[in-house]
């Protein structure tokens, strides 16, 4: 192997040594190495240095944080979250939960009213009202096929015929009658 | 604080009494400070990444396992909390620009300041680093655990780690260097 090869080979080695990862086996192979190339002497030497340097300026305290306002917003999480566990915390979530429970059924039986039957909130008595039309017009339309426009038109017929009329069947042999 | 006393406020506390988790908290409180200080670099993502660590502190005692190291299970909560702060933020620190020269000793009667330079070229040189180097530096060479403490509480393979360890190194000493060079010219 080349000697460039080697120190590239060895170069991570380096780093590791100077923070003592490394096996018996690896730092006998990186002093060997060592012993005899110069370039990798001085990275060496530079890789101890810095770390040193690193070292010393990172032991330096950090900036010290607000320690009373940190421990008290820790506490009132902290107390909040013991509060929503206890019993009396758990009866509070139950009644909530009910609570929610009927919102949505309210809402659910809302748009069923208004979105499905498309007549809203109205009372029973008006939306009867709205059937009745329809129902007659059902029995108008079996009567012009028992008697004919024309007696319709006139209004000859009376109603309450119509209504007799049209709960029979059309058959054949009304027609002949 | 005592083992045996230690121990008694940890039982209480993993029982939710508020008053025993309140004194953990004071106990263990500059010791996350200093780590959670030392990887998001700014005083305040710092108090935020406290609070944070302390509240999942809390929800977590009841399940803790008495049975490992308290310590390594708050170092494992303190940096996962930073590092989702970091990556959550993006925050940004200023390119490394330092004034110091050399080995800066700070014993003196300069201490005070001389400490607070230090901090600012220290943070210069981690905040090169990406937050997965920065949690190895920081646990390896600041906090002085060991590999095998670095794997349990980072969860990365043992090569992850030295691979990382060898990364930071090595760009922090090419940032110390690139910059010497500069000032000598």
């Known amino acids: 192997m080349k000697e460039k090869n080697i120190c590239e080979t060895i170069e991570p080695l380096i780093y590791l040594w100077v923070g003592g990862e490394l096996t018996e086996e690896e730092r006998q192979r990186v002093r060997a190495h060592v012993a005899e190339c110069e370039h990798c002497r001085r990275l060496y030497e530079e890789a101890r240095e810095s770390r040193e340097r690193v070292r010393k300026a990172g032991e330096s305290p950090p900036p010290a944080t607000d320690k009373t ?19 009396a915390g758990n009866l509070l979530r139950v009644i909530r939960g009910l609570a929610s429970a009927a919102a949505v059924a309210l809402l659910a039986l809302f748009l069923y009213q ?21 129902t007659e017009w059902e029995q108008l339309k079996k009567y012009r096929t028992l008697f004919g426009d024309n007696e319709t038109a006139a209004g000859i017929v009376p109603f309450e015929k119509i209504l007799a009329k049209g709960s029979k069947t059309p058959t054949s042999s009304n027609e002949n009658e | 604080m005592e083992e045996k006393e230690f121990r008694r406020i ?10 025993a988790f309140r004194r953990l908290m004071e106990a263990y409180y500059a010791f996350v400070e200093r780590v959670v200080g030392r990887l998001v670099l700014r005083r305040e993502d710092a108090e935020e990444a406290v609070q944070d660590t302390f509240v999942k502190m809390w929800r977590g005692l009841a399940s803790f396992d008495e049975s490992q190291r308290f310590t390594t299970w708050l170092y494992r909560i303190a940096v996962n909390t930073s590092l989702d702060l970091l990556r959550r933020e993006h925050r940004r620190i200023e390119p490394y620009e330092p004034h110091e020269k050399g080995m800066i000793d700070l014993s003196g009667a300069d201490a005070p300041l001389l400490r607070d330079e230090a901090w600012q070229l220290y943070r210069r040189l981690a905040a090169s680093l990406t937050p997965r180097q920065r949690e190895v530096f920081v ?21 992850q780690v030295k691979s990382n360890l060898y990364h930071a190194r090595k760009k922090m000493r090419e940032k110390i260097i690139s910059h010497e060079r500069k000032e000598y010219l």
């Open chain 1, 69 to 87: 306002k940190v421990i008290e917003g820790v506490m009132n999480i902290v107390e909040a979250e013991k509060e929503s566990r206890s019993p």
């Open chain 1, 114 to 134: 208004t979105l499905w039957t498309g007549r809203g909130r109205l009372p029973r008595n008006i939306v009867r009202q709205e059937k009745t039309p329809s």
């Open chain 2, 10 to 19: 940890l039982g209480k506390a993993k029982k939710g009494d508020t008053k």
């Open chain 2, 139 to 159: 646990l390896r060479d600041l906090e002085g655990l060991s590999p095998d403490e670095v794997v349990r509480i980072t969860g990365m393979t043992s090569d």
